[in-house]
């Protein structure tokens, strides 16, 4: 073979190597890429976890937090309601017949706002007759709200108070409507946390 020729040959193989460096320095380059990029998708995934671990773990205190807070302040209204209920002047209602009765659920209705149901005169057989004290409505609303909720004058600050003894414009019969329509928001509530529950369960 001709000098020529070798020297020809040489200069093809010169070239090929020359591109099969770029190549390889391309693939490498690529490669580098796809690990780098690879690399941060894992970084944020990782970053995005243990925020949701933190997340967790925050909802997780909040809720002791106000379940204790919850309970402290339960306590203190049971106690109160306790000496309420000690005092020589107790009264629950007042009116015709005398009775008692025990409630456990706010009134929502406006200050006031008339009576619903008032019984006709001469009607002695409903709770329409009767008007609950003030601290009958303070014990109510404070135990559904959990925490104090003055009646006027009557409230934790003095539970025995002569403020307590005083009747207010509230019928039995507004509390047994006001009852029902917490008795029904109260299954309603049970109900949608009962759904939301399984919903959970059924994507994990």
Known sequence: MSAIA?????????????????YWRGDVARDNAWIAANLKTERAAAKAYQAEVQRADQAVADLGSFARAQTARYTELTGAFNELRRSPRYRLVSGRPAAAVAVCAPVDRPEGATPPNLAEPGDTGGGADLRLSAGAVWMWNSALAGSDQPS?????????????VAQTDITLDDAWDNQTVNAQQCAEDRLNHQNLIDFLKAKK
């Open 6 to 22: 070798l020297r020809w040959l040489a200069g093809l193989a010169v070239i090929a190597a020359i591109f099969a460096a770029g």
């Open 152 to 164: 006027g004058a009557c409230g934790l600050a003095d539970p025995a108070s002569p403020a307590c």
